[in-house]
T-cell receptor, first 116, second 116 residues
Framework: KAGVTQTPRYLIKTRGQQVTLSCSPISGHRSVSWYQQTPGQGLQFLFE???????NKGNFPGRFSGRQFSNSRSEMNVSTLELGDSALYLC???????????????FGEGSRLTVL | AQSVAQPEDQVNVAEGNPLTVKCTYS??????LFWYVQYPNRGLQFLLK??????LVKGSYGFEAEFNKSQTSFHLKKPSALVSDSALYFCAVRDPPPTGGFKTIFGAGTRLFVKA
């Protein structure tokens, strides 16, 4: 079974540009979550999608947005990039259904964004 | 608001010795608790989880964790550490469905260094 796939793995942008990151979840997983990981702030929750609907959102400005498609693939977009947006962006999928046997997240390798 | 705390930035242990990585939590209601591990330049990998049942939970790579409700702790343990266990360990808590959706909050992480 293929794992979570994130593209691109590495990218460099300049301030003011925008970026789109892609995530393909494990087959059958309907929930996709996004996290920003930086040395200073650790793992910060961005948002979570389930069946094309955003169910939860973290405390990030409106420049950070996302969406989920009918095949559960997800994208996140960051507009008007700032130097502080440099980070590892991690996508995680899970079954997303209720019950005690669901809940763990399966992470991709991440997309490392550098903003110059 | 739900939260987890990992009081130690780094834990150092000699190979073959037992290891403990500490985690305390604060949630309303029954907690869903997790441990994840991150190796350099990789995404996070799920180790184990506590949802309900036995307080001692066994997971991957010989790790186990003890849930202590009175002390609101969920410490990660391993009887005999390996050099290959050196990595960054995250404790996490998730709102039990259906009230909080599927937002998972991570601790700041503890770097485990196992010396040969």
């Amino acid at each position: 079974k293929a794992g979570v796939t994130q593209t691109p793995r590495y990218l460099i942008k300049t301030r003011g540009q925008q970026v789109t990151l892609s995530c393909s979840p494990i087959s059958g997983h309907r929930s996709v979550s996004w996290y920003q990981q930086t040395p200073g702030q650790g793992l910060q929750f961005l948002f979570e999608y389930f069946s094309e609907t955003q169910r939860n959102k973290g405390n990030f400005p409106g420049r950070f947005s996302g969406r989920q498609f009918s095949n559960s693939r997800s994208e996140m977009n960051v507009s008007t990039l700032e130097l502080g947006d440099s980070a590892l962006y991690l996508c995680a999928s899970s079954l997303g259904a209720s019950g005690p046997n669901t809940g763990e997240l399966f992470f991709g390798e991440g997309s490392r964004l550098t903003v110059l | 608001a739900q939260s987890v705390a990992q009081p130690e930035d780094q834990v150092n242990v000699a190979e073959g010795n037992p290891l403990t990585v500490k985690c305390t939590y604060s949630v309303s209601g029954n907690p869903y608790l997790f441990w994840y591990v991150q190796y350099p330049n990789r995404g996070l990998q799920f180790l184990l989880k506590y949802i309900t049942g036995d307080n001692l939970v066994k997971g991957s790579y010989g790790f186990e964790a003890e849930f202590n409700k009175s002390q609101t702790s969920f410490h990660l343990k391993k009887p005999s550490a390996l050099v290959s266990d050196s990595a960054l360990y995250f404790c996490a808590v998730r709102d039990p469905p259906p009230t909080g959706g599927f937002k998972t909050i991570f601790g700041a992480g503890t770097r485990l260094f196992v010396k040969a």
